[in-house]
């Protein structure tokens, strides 16, 4: 049974500070690594994703993965209120359609 | 059309009933996929289509539930005889082909089962 770990949280964060989510998973065959973010009563929204072992930046958002420890985190930096929200974690794997998902960590930014 | 479209965005039905969920997905978008979320927990895989057909079902809860779809366009999500146990939002997802790409999702529908 493949698994995807993430802390429920909550976490909470001041403005401005940086928030880190983190993710394990239990599939070394995984190959790509996604998160989405997903506010209260709304539906998931792809912030980022990363296939390769290192660190991806998107504006504010940086994605770090490490297969060797299978575990891929989100860096959130300078973080807004309107940051506060659930973060999924998901995998996929080669060959298999489907995306994996955690359970998910809630973010609350403090203003 | 310019996202993914669900309906309807609620359905309330009494136990035993059936229901039928739509899902419209990205035009283009070759891949589809069905989950479904209980209240405060994780997306749970349901169904996955790649064209009109479907090569991972696994994630059926029984054979009370069903899924087609129609080409590349419209899916539909049958729940037959309806159990309070089917309360959740199902969530439909499109993606352009098959591959490492992340979904772009529906609003989703949020069934109870009463």
């Known amino acids: 049974q493949k698994e995807v770990e993430q802390n429920s949280g909550p976490l909470s964060v001041p403005e401005g500070a940086i928030a880190s989510l983190n993710c394990t998973y239990s599939?070394?065959?995984?190959?790509?690594f996604f998160w989405y973010r997903q506010y209260s009563g709304k539906s998931p929204e792809l912030i980022m994703f990363?296939?390769?072992?290192g660190d991806k930046e998107d504006g504010r958002f940086t994605a770090q993965l490490n297969k060797a420890s299978q575990y891929v985190s989100l860096l959130i930096r300078d973080s807004q209120p309107s940051d506060s929200a659930t973060y999924l974690c998901?995998?996929?794997?080669?060959?298999?359609?489907?995306?994996?998902f955690g359970t998910g960590t809630r973010l609350t930014i403090i203003p | 059309g310019a996202g993914v479209s669900q309906s309807p965005s609620n359905k309330v039905t009494e136990k035993g009933k059936d229901v039928e969920l739509r899902c419209d997905p990205i035009?283009?978008?070759?891949?589809l996929y069905w989950y479904r979320q209980r209240l405060g927990q994780g997306l749970e895989f349901l169904i996955y289509?790649?064209?009109?057909?479907?090569?991972?079902k696994s994630g059926l809860p029984s054979d009370r539930f069903s899924a087609e779809r129609t080409g590349e366009s419209v899916s539909t999500l049958t729940i037959q005889r309806t159990q309070q146990e089917d309360s959740a939002v199902y969530l439909c997802?499109?993606?352009?082909?098959?591959?490492?790409?992340?979904?772009?999702f529906g609003s989703g529908t949020r069934l109870t089962v009463v």
């Open positions: 997802a499109s993606t352009i082909s098959t591959g490492p790409y992340g979904y772009t």
């Open positions: 998901a995998v996929k794997d080669f060959g298999n359609e489907k995306l994996t």
């Open positions: 289509f790649q064209g009109n057909s479907a090569p991972d």
């Open positions: 035009s283009g978008h070759t891949a």
């Open positions: 599939d070394r065959g995984s190959q790509s």
């Open positions: 990363i296939y390769s072992n």
